[in-house]
Each structure stands twice: as structure tokens, then as C-alpha cells.
């Protein structure tokens, strides 16, 4: 009997241990030590539609044709925020809505302006307090009114999340991008999805001092000298944030200066926009190529104001290309002069983020520009491009813009007085093509219009469109034979073209991704 009433009393005790740890823990993260994945989980919303006067638990409905001001808010509580380095709020709302993010009354922004996120990076922490939170969204949702939605409401479905990150989460999100190289210089670019400091060093010297170091932050650029570079070595990029560290591999190229090599290898594409798949196979094929280079004329992404695409739809499905070749972009229209750009690629140009470059690489001078730029004779930008031109001794010289100034392709369509209807094809056609018949450029190679064309007008200036690595082909307009008169081929096809220089020759390949080659040409050195 003794013994059962021991056993029993045991249990007892065991029982209220496990009832008591039980009751004693915390109903919110801060004493654990692993934070759940959404500090906004089981957070009720409410909603206000009249200014925030009143709130209610129901999500508001927006009749077709409406457009209405919503307030949501929820509470969330947070025991120990001190042990979060950075927040990362993610959310399901439009462009459209203009949404404003508050925390506890603190202005949530993106870091880079014009941007649009639908994952607001590297909020610091210090904005949460012990316990009680408060978010707040305030935005405008439009139910357009359309055939197809005449009587059809919308009922305002909101998702929205914000996982705490710790050091241990650091990452390169991005890259590394290499940039314009020479002959003992490389170029590279990263993004880091946390604040940290990036070092650049060589892959067989991880114990010598950095070659380059960024201040801490998201975006990194680097310009490195270094006097033993050589084609084919391997550096690293290393993040570093609070004792964590995360390394990614780059191979960068060494391209040869004037007048140490008469031969060069590089690769012409664009509009790589909108179908990642596409631009995937394009990226894949150009890779094998091993050129010295590679030329993008522009809209890389659909939007390049919105933040997720670039890794999405640009990046992630060619990341060994940006690696090993060194890129050289001009921006176009689906830029839409994002901030991004400029961090994400470093141009020859004075500080690298230029919209008009030049640079000249052996034989070859090679030169961007920004077509949309307020381009008019006697102009800062028509100088500029006057004096580059003229100076130049190079056997071979490539104007790169986004606009074309002949296309057979919509974008080509003339205006009553039989001009190009769109400004930037006039300014290429009108402003900028009779410098480079002046100067007797090579060629004149633009994308915009996607789909390959090349058109021999008058003058002994080639003029090219390579707009085929991605984005949705088109074909020819109905007035093509008017809008350009010199057109020679034109293909709906996704391609890429390989200039090679040997010499006092310059031949061009344009080829598909499955290998059919659908146009060759060749150049004769400059006089």
C-alpha cells in the first residue's frame, strides 16, 4: 500500500511539473531561442474604410469601378527583439495600391527609392518594442471598371508576413555580376539580403589581406586592380556580418587595351524581358560561346522597378553567365530608369554607373548610350558622343543603343510627315546616325523592337537590331517596307550574335539557341 501511494504521489508531482512548465512558457517568441518564421502569425487585422474613425474584422469589398482608402492594421507582440538583426516584410498587395508600411508609427521603406518590393528587405529591428506591436498599411485599391467587370466586386484579400532574420541568414542574394574589365582591372557587383561588409580576394589566398572592401550595406561595386590577374583565376566575394560569413566564386576576364591584341570575341544580345525560360536558353547557349564579353541592348526585365524580377527573371536563370563574362548593358524602356540598374551593373564609365559609356578593347571601340537621353545637336550627350567618335583610332567601332533608328517592327511605325512616331527612333534615325556615318562606324546595333534585323542604308553603316533573347517575338509590321526601305533580313527568332575580330576582319554569326545560323556578315577594318 506504502509503495502505491509513493508511485501515486510521484506521478502527481510529475504531472504538475509538466502542467506548470507548460503554463510558465511564454505565448510569444523572445525568451526561446529559435524565432517562429512570421512574427505576424495568429495577429488579427482589421480594417477601416472611413479614415480610420472606426475599424471592423471584415476585409472590405470594393465595388467594380471604386476605389476605395483602406486602413489595416494588426497587433503582434515580440517579448525579445534585441536578439533579431533585420526584418523582412513580404506582402500580396499591387503595385497599384501605392501601399504605405508602418511599425509601431516608423515608416517602413525600401532601400533603394522608386523601387517597388514585394519584399521589404533589411527593416532594422530596433523598430519592434518588448511585447505590443502595432502594423498599419494605408492604401488605395481601384476595381477598374471593364466590359468583362461591370458588376463584379472585389473582396480585399490581404497577406502579408514579417520573418525575423538573424546572422545566421546572411546570404549573397544577387550576384556577383561581373562588369567592365581591362587588362589588369575587373569590375564586379553584388547584393547582399542583409546589411554586411564584402571583401573581394583571390579563391587561393583566403589568408592575404582583401583586395577590395565595401562599406557595409546591401549593394556592393568593386573596381579591382590587381597586377597579377589573369584569365581564368577564381576570386571570391566574402559577406560578413557579425562574425558570420557567406563566400560565392566569380571568374573574371582580362580584356586586352589598345594595341595589345588584334583579336576579340564578344556576344550581342537583348530584350531578354518577360519569358525567363527563353531568356535561360538563350543564356545557356551564349555561355558555351566563351566570349571575351557580352552586350545587352536593354530591357533586360518586364519592370526594372520591381525589385523581385531581377532575381526572378534575369539573373537566377543565367547566374553562371554573370560569373564568368563580363556584361556590358545599355538600359531601355523597361528600365524605366531604376535605381537598381545603376547598382547592379558597372559600366565604362566614370564612377560606373553612366548611361553613356565607352571603351576601347584592342582594335575595338565599343560604345553605349541612353537613346531615350534628351538628345539634340549641340547637346551635352551629342558632345560627348562627337568627341568619342572622332578621337578614335580603332579599327572597329560599335554604337550600342536600345533605340533603333530603321525597324521593319512595330516600333517603326511613322507619323503623318512619314517620321518615326516614337522620339527615341527619330533622335537614332535624325540626330545620331549621321555622326556615325561622319565617323564611319562599324555598325549600329539596337534591340526594341524583338526580333533580328539587319539593314544596309546608305552611307556604309551597318544598322542591327538583336532584340531576340527573351522577350515575346514580333513580326513584321504591315508597313514595313515604308518605315525601312533598307532592311536586307528580318527573323522572328530568339538569337544571339557572336562578333569575332581577328585582324583587319570583323565577321558576325547570328544564331538561334537550337545552333541554325540565320545571318553572317563581315567588316573590313576602318580606314
Known sequence: MREK???????????????????????????SQVAPDDLLQGAAWEFSTDGGKTFGPQPPVIQSGQSLRIIARCRFNVRNPSRLAVLELTHNLRSADKATF?????????????MIYKTIPAIDAKVLKAAANELTIELVRKNH????????????????SIEPLSPDDLRI????????????????????????????????????AALATSPRGLYHRFKVHDPGFSKGAKY????????????????PKSLPAKPDSKNLRFVVLGD?????????????????????????????????RADWLW?????????????????????????????????????????GRGRHWAQRIGDVLLVGIDGASGWTTGSREYWWLDQVLSRSKAKFAFLFSHYPAWTSGPHGKLDKADRPAQRPVRVSQEIIWPLLKKYRVTAMIAGHDHCYERS????????????????????????????????????????????????????????????EVIDTRTWKARN
Open 5 to 31: 501511494i509513493l508511485t501515486n504521489n510521484l506521478t502527481l508531482r510529475v504531472t504538475l511539473f509538466v502542467v506548470l512548465v507548460l503554463f510558465c512558457a511564454p505565448a510569444v517568441w523572445g525568451q
Open 102 to 114: 508602418s511599425i509601431n508609427g516608423v515608416k517602413v521603406k525600401g532601400p533603394l527609392p522608386g
Open 145 to 160: 471598371l471593364s466590359s468583362r467587370n461591370r458588376t463584379k466586386s472585389e473582396k480585399f484579400d490581404l497577406k502579408v
Open 173 to 208: 542574394q544577387t550576384g556577383p555580376i561581373l562588369g567592365t574589365a581591362g587588362k589588369d582591372y575587373f569590375t564586379v557587383a553584388c547584393r547582399t539580403n542583409m546589411p554586411a561588409t564584402v571583401i573581394v580576394q583571390r579563391a587561393d589566398a583566403a589568408n592575404v
Open 236 to 251: 571570391l566575394l566574402v559577406a560578413k556580418n557579425d562574425g558570420i560569413k557567406t563566400t560565392a566564386e566569380f571568374f
Open 272 to 304: 531578354s524581358r518577360t519569358n525567363p525560360d527563353s531568356w535561360k536558353r538563350v543564356a545557356a547557349v551564349t555561355l558555351k560561346e566563351n566570349p571575351d564579353l557580352i552586350v545587352h541592348t536593354g530591357d533586360l526585365t518586364a519592370n526594372g
Open 311 to 351: 532575381d526572378k527573371d534575369f539573373f537566377g536563370p543565367a547566374n553562371e553567365l554573370f560569373r564568368r563574362v563580363p556584361f556590358y548593358p545599355v538600359i531601355g524602356n523597361h528600365e524605366y530608369n531604376a535605381a537598381a540598374f545603376f547598382e547592379f551593373f558597372y559600366t565604362p564609365s566614370r564612377n
Open 456 to 515: 544596309e542604308p546608305l552611307g556604309g553603316v551597318t544598322h542591327i537590331i538583336s532584340g531576340g533573347a527573351g522577350a515575346p517575338l514580333y513580326s513584321k509590321s504591315a508597313d514595313a517596307q515604308k518605315q525601312n526601305p533598307y532592311s536586307k533580313i528580318y527573323a522572328t527568332k530568339l538569337h544571339y550574335a557572336v562578333f569575332e575580330i581577328r585582324g583587319d576582319m570583323c565577321t558576325m554569326k547570328v544564331i538561334t539557341p537550337e545552333g
